[in-house]
C-alpha cells in the first residue's frame, strides 16, 4: 500500500499535527514477541532542519530473534556529499545512483508497518523521517512507537550505580561492554545490525519486559 494512498486516513494529532498510523504493537506486548525494526541512517550532519539523508539501513526483529532476511539498505539521491564523506564514506557519484528521498522514505515506512522503530540516539532517524514525511504526505508524520538503544544503556547503567561519562553510550562501546563483535561503524546497514544486536544484550540483562517498559 502507497502511503501517498495513506492520507486519506489521517487524523488530527496533538496540537494540531497530522499522523498517519503505522499500526505499532500495543505497549502490553511482550518483549518475546516484539516485533522491531532497527534503524540507521548516515546523513551529512545531524540536523534535519538543514542536512540531508544518505543512506537507510534497516533489520527486523521478530521478538528475540533477528531477521536477516527482511533486511534493506537505500541510497538516497539529491545530495552533496561534501566533507561528511571521510564520516560514511559515500561519494558523490554513489549518491547520484540513489533512489530518490521519497521512494527510500515509503521504503523504510512499509518495513515499519507493525513494528516498533528501534535506533541508537533515535533522535536522528526520527527527526530525518519527521521532515521527509511533512515534505511528502502534506505536513502529516507517521505515529511512531520508538525504542532507543541510547536510552535504555543509560537507564541500565544507573540502575547499576555505574554513571556513563564521554563516550561511554556511543555504540560501539556499548557493544564492547557486552561482548559483542566489533563492527566497522558508519554503515547505515551494518549500524543497524549492531543496534539491534546491542538490544538484545541489553534487554537479556535488564528486568524489562513489554515494550511500555522501554518506549520512548
Known amino acids: 500500500m502507497s502511503f501517498r494512498s ?4 489521517i487524523s488530527g ?11 505499532a504493537p500495543a505497549d502490553d506486548t511482550a518483549l518475546d514477541e516484539l516485533p522491531i525494526l532497527a534503524v540507521d541512517m548516515e546523513t551529512t550532519g545531524i540536523k534535519p532542519a538543514r542536512d540531508a539523508m544518505l543512506s537507510i539501513g534497516w533489520v527486523p526483529l521478530n521478538g528475540r530473534s533477528i531477521d536477516l532476511s527482511g533486511a534493506g539498505y537505500v541510497v538516497v539521491a539529491g545530495a552533496e556529499v561534501g566533507e561528511s564523506a571521510t564520516i560514511h564514506g559515500l561519494t558523490d557519484d554513489e549518491v547520484a545512483t540513489g533512489v530518490s528521498a521519497e521512494e527510500a522514505i515509503e521504503q523504510l515506512l512499509q518495513a515499519l508497518q507493525g513494528r516498533v522503530l528501534l535506533a541508537h540516539f533515535a ?3 526520527t527527526g530525518f523521517v519527521h521532515k521527509h514525511c511533512r515534505q511528502l504526505y502534506d505536513g502529516a508524520v507517521p505515529d511512531l512507537a520508538v525504542v532507543d538503544t541510547f536510552s535504555l544503556e543509560r537507564r541500565h547503567m544507573e540502575c547499576m550505580a555505574t554513571y556513563p561519562r564521554g563516550e561511554d553510550l556511543r555504540l560501539p562501546r556499548v557493544r564492547e561492554r557486552y561482548h559483542l563483535p566489533y563492527y566497522p561503524s558508519h554503515n547505515a546497514l551494518n549500524d543497524a545490525l549492531a543496534c539491534a544486536e546491542a538490544y538484545l544484550a541489553i534487554t537479556s540483562v535488564s528486568s524489562v519486559r513489554t515494550l511500555k517498559d522501554i518506549k520512548e
Do not use: P, V
Open 123 to 125: 533522535a536522528l532517524e
Open 13 to 23: 494529532g496533538l496540537w494540531g499535527q497530522k499522523t498517519f498510523d503505522i499500526a
Open 6 to 9: 495513506a492520507i486519506s486516513a
